[in-house]
């Protein structure tokens, strides 16, 4: 019994050595700072303002699911597969590259797009315009932090993380003093100076990087398929945290209720940095050994069983302490939000615990395929159960879509892990067979 607990202990200090508590402690300071910026635009803007803001938020996030084509995905991927040989930074080079042009293409699809089409808040169009060139400067922080995660330099990677939250939060909110047009001001300022700041930390590895080779033919199209396949699923399953605002906007067309809703979605919403900080830390391992059934099994029991009683913990003192934290959060004008906000507290515990670790690792062990019907699935019966409770019990009806979608997806991506890594061991098992 006690070599058993020695063994435990020993594990876990392994693992926060690896970078986890670094990563976890960046993740939740990054929390509190964004929910303390939430906090204080909605008592600086007026409700409809907030709402306005959310709407074209939601219509950013949206964009945002598709930059660089899932390209940064597979800098990760490959880069941590070819860690320490010379076509690693080739990859980077191409990733920054090619994401940045299709970037390019998408913000101009969209702008042209969106000119002729009346949008539900139609206060919103003038804003989603000057959210859309973030995707740049974004797209090239999210690539560089990959680079950080991809080689496992956890500790810096941490630490420009905070500085990019605080940066756009503080910000934010002093943006917030001149109304919705210093919120974006203060936006693209913050967004830059992170930018710049991360490339000063990686003047280094930036160097290596602009200087590589090339990828041939084969490379590329390896590349490609994966971060498509990969893009689509990731897309599917943020799809979930953004069809619910976007759809009480289409049928109920109220800013003030779109308002109360943001904010029910605020903390369950942010919680999903948990199960990240894990992501962040395991995936790359994961990557290194995605062809040892035997090592995935054990990791894998591991990490689901502890991030399960976490977040049963936390689900269970949230849902409990609804009314409290609401007012605190956006004050008592947002007391609509206390059921939403409990039911979509427990479709976290579902999701953070099982769709959010399987999805990953199924992108870790190359089931992109798999990953993408599964998330198709789930977003199908998201939309079908918005269109069908929405309706009757407004936003309490997009919780309840939410609730069983996430349960859905949860069900599904985890069976979907389950299956690929008992195929994984049958295909390890007929080759140890056949090896004379």
């Keep these: 019994m006690i070599d058993t607990i020695v063994k435990k202990v020993h594990h876990l200090c392994q693992q926060l050595k690896k970078g986890i508590l670094q990563v976890f402690t960046a993740s939740v300071l990054n929390k509190i700072i964004s929910m303390l910026s939430s906090m204080v635009l909605t008592r600086m803007l007026v409700q409809k303002q907030y709402g306005v803001l959310s709407y074209a938020g939601n219509v950013y996030s949206y964009a945002a699911l598709f930059t660089g084509f899932g390209l940064a995905v597979g800098a990760l991927q490959f880069g941590a597969e070819s860690r320490g040989r010379p076509e690693e930074n080739s990859f980077y080079r191409y990733c920054a590259k090619a994401g940045m042009l299709a970037n390019f293409l998408m913000i101009a699809f969209l702008s042209c797009l969106i000119l002729h089409r009346e949008l539900p808040i139609a206060q919103a169009k003038k804003y989603i315009y000057l959210y859309l060139p973030l995707l740049i400067t974004e797209y090239l922080n999210q690539l560089l932090l990959i680079i950080l995660r991809s080689q496992k330099r956890f500790k810096i990677y941490a630490k420009l ?80 945290f953004l069809i619910d605002l976007s759809m009480v906007a289409v049928l109920m067309a109220s800013a003030e209720t779109i308002s109360v809703y943001k904010v029910a979605t605020l903390i369950p919403n942010a919680l999903s940095f948990i199960p990240q900080s894990v992501v962040i830390c395991v995936v790359p391992d994961i990557i290194a050994h995605n062809k040892n059934s035997t090592w995935l099994k054990d990791t894998f029991r591991k990490t689901f069983s502890g991030m399960l009683l976490f977040n049963l913990f936390i689900s269970l003192c949230l849902i409990l302490g609804a009314p409290w934290i609401i007012q605190v959060v956006a004050g008592k004008q947002y007391l609509a939000a206390v059921e939403p906000f409990r039911i979509l507290v427990a479709g976290y515990c ?87």
């Design 350 to 436: 579902v999701a953070g615990t099982f769709r959010s670790l399987s999805v990953n690792f199924l992108a870790a062990l190359k089931a992109i395929r798999g990953n993408a019907v599964c998330s198709l699935i789930t977003c199908m019966t998201d939309v079908v159960l918005n269109f069908l409770l929405i309706p009757r019990y407004g936003i309490l009806g997009a919780a309840y879509a939410t609730f069983l979608a996430e349960l859905t997806a949860s069900f599904v991506t985890f069976c979907c892990l389950i299956h690929t890594l008992r195929r994984m061991k049958k295909l390890n098992l007929s080759k140890a067979l056949d090896t004379p």
């Design 161 to 240: 993380v905070t500085a990019h939250t605080i940066f756009v939060s503080l910000g934010t909110c002093i943006g917030a003093i001149w109304g919705l047009n210093g919120v974006f001001a203060a936006k693209y300022a913050a967004s830059l100076f992170t930018l710049l700041t991360i490339g000063c930390q990686m003047r280094e590895t930036l160097h290596e990087v602009i200087h590589a080779g090339k990828l041939n033919p084969r490379q590329k199209k390896e590349l490609w398929r994966y971060s498509i396949l990969n893009c689509v699923s990731s897309t599917l399953n943020r799809f979930l």
